[in-house]
């Protein structure tokens, strides 16, 4: 009887949180997402100073009315070089979730769909690349490829493979198990048409949510990459490069570390934010 | 001697501002039992929680009175409620296997139990488990309290709980559904138990279930519950042999036991054709390795299936039942043997020839809560097949899936939800419906009722029944519940352990059963025909 009723009720106790609202948590991180991604796509609508050019009569101001975030050692506006190097960060922090995703999705799929000697390789290739600390294999792979910061997006997405062929594979595990993929075998689809119709689907929530959790992760990876040097050289004002350039003033002018340390952790928390909410109202 | 001691005043229990149970009043006295039956959603779990004070604390809110003994349960303060569960109330859950803490012995978890009653020395405690576990029935009490929980079958873990419950000495057992989760041989006993414990000790039982039979054979009383609002009360007898209600005589109608000719007239029209057989099992064995042991899982199973006929399979889990059928599907490989479906082989064929004869045989599973993928909506889920195989173009197929779906009795606001927004009987429709959208001439159902209400099963077999004197269907129905099986199946075979105990005309073999096993499993459909009478209640 139970067993019946439960999934009845908890579908109805979904439905009540929803209704209950949004937590205010949530809605204030959804708009700091909306601004970062309002300041990636068009920069200039939103600070009339140039990011590359400044005004040297004006360097080192403290934050004010006129310089939000104050201005830097060349008299450069640094909230402007925040908003105008938003956009490589957050693509770049994009990009290295989508080789994430779709290499580690794909590896832990069809690892724990098709199992046997498949699952054994594809498992020994993860142990390996989960051994090797993150940080380390990404700063690897950007010596090898090139110090840019496109090349550590990628590193960034290959360190991060192992986690997600980890979470996908166990997903696929458990769907394939499920009696509705048996029957869909019964139904006549082939092997292919069941792993990408149902067992995709059904195995890619978690993965999904994990990959909102990545992207705050990336951002953070490639600004501590961007801080060692190992992303496009200035003038480029990736986040973490802005950090590492403005570390030489930090006694004398702590804005120009705090100011865009404080854009990074906003974004990230709210990103972690907005994640484990879309976790919890699965 | 009779007093009351549960009285249930003006009861009312909402979840988050939906009110769920309203204005239930009911009366239960020592040493007599009443069942609370309804449809799932109906409120008698709700009811059996709010006695126990187990509604969720954040959005279940219950008013009215509850009072046990003269003590107001709801009102009272919880640190003086706390003491009385366990020790003067009962609880018996449904599911035995969940109800146990897997990594603990059944032992060490009794002692809990135990320490309800005071006894503060181990020796002492450990001599009354020990007891208890003899009085309810299990064969050798220092082996099971040694046992983890995975190591005893269903029936034995059910039989520790109930012990459990009445080793405090409890004036009232709540018991949900106790025996749902069990075969029919197992139910009759833990029900037998329960009974006598209940005559012995001169425990109050609150029964809780779906199965008006059950309840009729089992209870004094009888409350029936519709969307948290009684319908009708009173003793058995009176409900049950005259119900004023219209829904509690729709419930009796409902009950496959009371009604075993419900279909007759209607199976009546089919033409069966006893010559061309559409299923024939030969001589097949199946083996599994378990932990080093072979299991002979079926063991020289043979039977056939005419044209147009039902053929049931009925035995208890662990039978083999499960298995024929998946050897059937080509699910599984047989050992040796021989499965044919219309002619054709199953076995020994390539992936595309098997595809070819899955095509005329498809299968309704037990469970339509994890047999449809949540993911797609309801007219994709029977579109796929077609889909699949490629039958027409696309308009055809879209076409013919609405024609099943309309056929199995799903109306058209339905088709564009997805499963998990359907209820279990509109689900199990729609599995139907996915069968039978390739218009296959053998459609093999296991167990396609057990996970659902009399009432909704009475609708799936209604429709089941038409589809086949409509289609000309082929089923091969697979089942514990042997009123079920008389109501619609012509033939029948019994399984035990694998091996074919009794076979033949469905009539005969229920009717006069030759086997000592088939005898048990007729003797454990309960039997409200034979209720008692009602015991006059003195003051």
């Known amino acids: 009887m139970t067993a019946v009723l439960s999934p009845l009720l908890a579908g109805a106790d979904a439905t009540a949180r929803r209704r209950r609202g949004i937590p205010v948590a949530v809605v204030v991180s959804f708009l700091v997402i909306v601004v970062a991604a309002a300041w990636a796509l068009a920069p200039a609508l939103f600070t009339g100073y140039d990011p590359i050019v400044g005004d040297t009569s004006e360097k080192l101001l403290a934050p004010s009315a006129v310089h939000w975030f104050g201005t830097d050692n060349l008299g450069r506006d640094v909230l402007a070089r925040v908003i105008f190097g938003t956009r490589s960060s957050v693509l770049s922090a994009l990009i290295a979730v989508g080789i994430a995703v779709v290499v580690g999705g794909l590896l832990g799929l069809v690892a724990g769909f098709f199992g046997g000697l498949v699952d054994v390789v594809t498992a020994r290739v993860v142990d390996v690349l989960l051994a090797i600390p993150s940080f380390l294999l990404a700063v690897v792979v950007v010596s090898s490829l090139g110090f840019q910061t496109i090349n550590a997006a990628i590193a960034t997405g290959v360190s991060a493979v192992a986690v997600f062929a980890r979470v996908m594979r166990s997903e696929a595990l458990k769907v394939r198990g499920t009696v509705y993929v048996e029957a869909a075998e019964l139904q006549g689809g082939s092997r292919a048409h069941v792993l990408l119709t149902h067992v995709l689907p059904n195995a890619s929530r978690s993965v999904l949510s994990l990959a909102v959790l990545q992207f705050g992760v990336s951002i953070l990876v490639i600004a501590g990459l961007a801080f060692l040097g190992y992303g496009d050289p200035p003038p480029a004002s990736d986040w973490g490069l802005l950090v590492s350039a403005g570390k030489d003033y930090l006694v004398s002018s702590p804005w120009l570390v705090y100011a865009p340390s404080a854009v990074i952790v906003a974004v990230v928390l709210s990103i972690n934010r907005v994640s484990r909410w879309l976790r919890a109202k699965d | ?539």
Do not use: C
């Open chain 2, 1 to 539: 001697m009779t007093d009351t001691l549960l009285s249930v005043r003006d009861l009312a229990v909402s979840y988050g501002g939906r009110r769920v149970v309203s204005d239930v009043s009911f009366d239960l006295h020592r040493g007599r039992s009443l069942a609370l039956i309804g449809e799932s959603g109906s409120g008698k779990s709700t009811i059996a929680k709010a006695v126990l004070r187990l509604l969720p604390r954040d959005s279940g809110h219950a008013e009215g009175r509850v009072l046990l003994e003269g003590d107001d349960v709801l009102a009272l303060p919880l640190a003086r409620f706390r003491p009385l569960r366990g020790r003067r109330l009962g609880f018996v859950p449904q599911d035995p296997a969940s109800a146990l803490n897997p990594v603990r012995t059944i032992g060490s978890q009794a002692h809990e139990a135990a320490a309800l009653t005071g006894e503060r020395d181990a020796a002492r405690r450990r001599a009354a488990i020990l007891e208890v576990f003899e009085r309810v029935g299990l064969a050798d009490p220092e082996r099971v309290y040694r046992s983890y929980p995975h190591q005893l079958s269903g029936g034995m873990l059910q039989r520790v709980l109930i012990g459990l419950a009445v080793l405090p000495a409890p004036a009232l057992l709540v018991a949900d559904e106790p025996t749902s989760a069990l075969d029919v041989t197992i139910q009759k006993r833990i029900l037998d138990l329960l009974t006598e414990l209940r005559t012995s000790l001169g425990i109050g039982l609150l029964l809780i279930t779906h199965d008006l039979a059950l309840a009729a054979e089992r209870a004094d009383e009888l409350v029936v519950l519709r969307d948290g609002v009684i319908q009708e009360a009173g003793p058995v007898a009176e409900v049950f042999a005259s119900p004023r209600s219209e829904y509690a005589a729709a419930l009796r109608a409902d009950v496959p036991a009371l009604s075993p000719d419900r279909y007759r007239a209607v199976l009546a029209e089919r033409r069966i054709d006893p010559a061309r057989p559409a299923v024939q099992v030969s001589d097949v064995v199946k083996t599994f390795r378990v932990g080093g042991e072979e299991l002979r899982a079926v063991d020289d199973v043979s039977f056939e299936v005419a044209a147009g006929s039902t053929h049931a399979l009925v035995g208890e889990s662990g039978s083999g039942k499960t298995t024929t059928v998946r050897l059937l599907l080509g699910l599984e490989t047989p050992d040796a043997g021989d499965l044919r479906v219309a002619g054709e082989p199953v076995h020994g064929r390539s992936r595309t020839d098997l595809r070819t004869v899955r095509r005329h045989l498809q299968l309704v599973y037990q469970n339509p809560f994890t047999s449809l993928d949540p993911s797609w909506h309801v007219e994709s889920l029977v579109r796929e097949p077609l889909d699949r195989y490629r039958v027409g173009d696309r308009r055809a197929r879209r076409a013919a899936a609405r024609a099943a779906l309309v056929a199995v009795g799903l109306r058209e606001h339905l088709w564009r939800r997805r499963a998990a927004a359907l209820s279990g009987g509109q689900r199990q429709r729609v599995a139907i419906a996915r069968a039978l959208v390739l218009e296959p001439d053998v459609l093999v159902l296991d167990e396609p009722t057990s996970a659902l209400d009399v009432t909704v099963q009475a609708e799936i077999l209604d429709v089941l029944a038409r589809l086949q004197v409509e289609r000309g269907l082929t089923y091969l129905f697979v089942s514990h519940d042997l009123a079920l099986v008389r109501q619609i199946a012509d033939t029948v075979t019994v399984l035990r352990h694998g091996r074919v105990v009794e076979h033949g005309p469905a009539t005969e073999v229920l009717e006069n059963p030759q086997h000592p096993y088939t005898r048990s499993l007729v003797a454990a459909v309960p039997d409200p025909r034979g209720i008692r009478p009602a015991v006059p209640v003195t003051a």
